[in-house]
């Protein structure tokens, strides 16, 4: 696997969505990247993606 995100980096998801900090990875699942950003009402949310859904935040 090349994973190509850093942890730390902000990504969001190709075709919108908020934007989240990488917080981890676990290479042996489809869903390999551990993100986690904050709602509108304050939550923390965590949450896992395969890394081809992710794209860093700038672009």
Same mark, same amino acid.
């Given at each position: 696997?090349?994973?190509?995100?850093?942890?730390?980096?902000?990504?969001?998801?190709?075709?919108?969505?908020?934007?989240?900090? @990488? +917080?981890?990875?676990?290479? /042996?699942?489809?869903? &390999? @990247? +551990?993100?986690?950003?904050? /709602?509108?009402?304050? &939550?923390? +949310?965590?949450?896992?993606?395969?890394?081809?859904?992710?794209?860093?935040?700038?672009?």
């Amino acid at each position: 696997m090349d994973i190509m995100l850093k942890k730390g980096q902000e990504v969001r998801q190709e075709f919108g969505g908020p934007v989240m900090k @990488v +917080i981890g990875f676990e290479p /042996d699942l489809i869903e &390999n @990247v +551990i993100t986690q950003w904050e /709602d509108e009402q304050g &939550n923390i +949310i965590t949450a896992k993606f395969m890394d081809s859904l992710l794209i860093p935040a700038n672009h």
